[in-house]
T-cell receptor
Framework: DQQVKQNSPSLSVQEGRISILNCDYT??????FLWYKKYPAEGPTFLIS?????DKNEDGRFTVFLNKSAKHLSLHIVPSQPGDSAVYFC????????????FGKGITLSVRP | SAVISQKPSRDICQRGTSLTIQCQVD?????MFWYRQQPGQSLTLIAT?????????ESGFVIDKFPISRPNLTFSTLTVSNMSPEDSSIYLC???????????FGDGTRLSIL
């Protein structure tokens, strides 16, 4: 039973355009959500997070939106840059950021120059 | 954020052998975790490494197969015991330091079993 789902395995976007990466979850107990970026041969790097008491969190070019009623979150990257090309993982936790994380399978983002 | 060093970065092992993976952090941290990423799959939590006591294992993972030590607040080891080809994965250490700080990951150990 996959509790965090990233249904699109890949996304290709033109440089300068917006990238929208989607994530759905099934467990109503999740109250904290994170996005990680992963380059080949490296560990996941924390990107941005959001608590369930918010519906939006912004950090520079990265914005995460949370729709609790739909159990859906999305990561927006504007503008997209070639260096953003990586695998993006959505993760969720019922007890805050530093407890057990449940990850999706990841989305491979390719930003074309 | 903390600097996390994992050793070895990769290894190729024979079936039936065991390998110990080390995770060293450059500062004391409250929480340390071990994850596994099988090919084409998401990261799955194996266990939480508790300092001075037995690790807390997730469903589907047992101490006999994945013994974990955490002798202090900066170091932990994960042993993959009696390896089979199904254990071929990336094993990752992560750390967190209380509050609502996010977990940070090491670069992982890429393990292949022949």
């Amino acid at each position: 039973d996959q509790q965090v789902k990233q249904n699109s395995p890949s996304l290709s976007v033109q440089e300068g355009r917006i990238s929208i990466l989607n994530c759905d979850y099934t467990n109503s107990m999740f109250d904290y959500f994170l996005w990680y970026k992963k380059y080949p041969a490296e560990g996941p790097t924390f990107l941005i997070s959001i608590s369930s008491i918010k519906d939006k969190n912004e950090d520079g070019r990265f914005t995460v939106f949370l729709n609790k009623s739909a159990k859906h979150l999305s990561l927006h990257i504007v503008p997209s840059q070639p260096g953003d090309s990586a695998v993006y993982f959505c993760a969720a936790s019922p007890y805050g950021a530093n407890s057990k994380l449940t990850f999706g399978k990841g989305i491979t983002l390719s930003v074309r120059p | 954020s903390a600097v996390i060093s994992q050793k070895p970065s990769r290894d190729i092992c024979q079936r039936g052998t065991s390998l110990t993976i080390q995770c060293q952090v450059d500062s004391q941290v409250t929480m340390m975790f071990w994850y596994r990423q099988q090919p084409g799959q998401s990261l799955t939590l194996i266990a939480t490494a508790n300092q001075g006591s037995e690790a807390t294992y997730e469903s589907g993972f047992v101490i006999d197969k994945f013994p974990i030590s955490r002798p202090n607040l900066t170091f932990s080891t994960l042993t993959v015991s009696n390896m089979s080809p199904e254990d071929s994965s990336i094993y990752l250490c992560s750390v967190a330091d209380g509050g609502n700080q996010p977990q940070h990951f090491g670069d992982g150990t890429r393990l292949s079993i022949l």
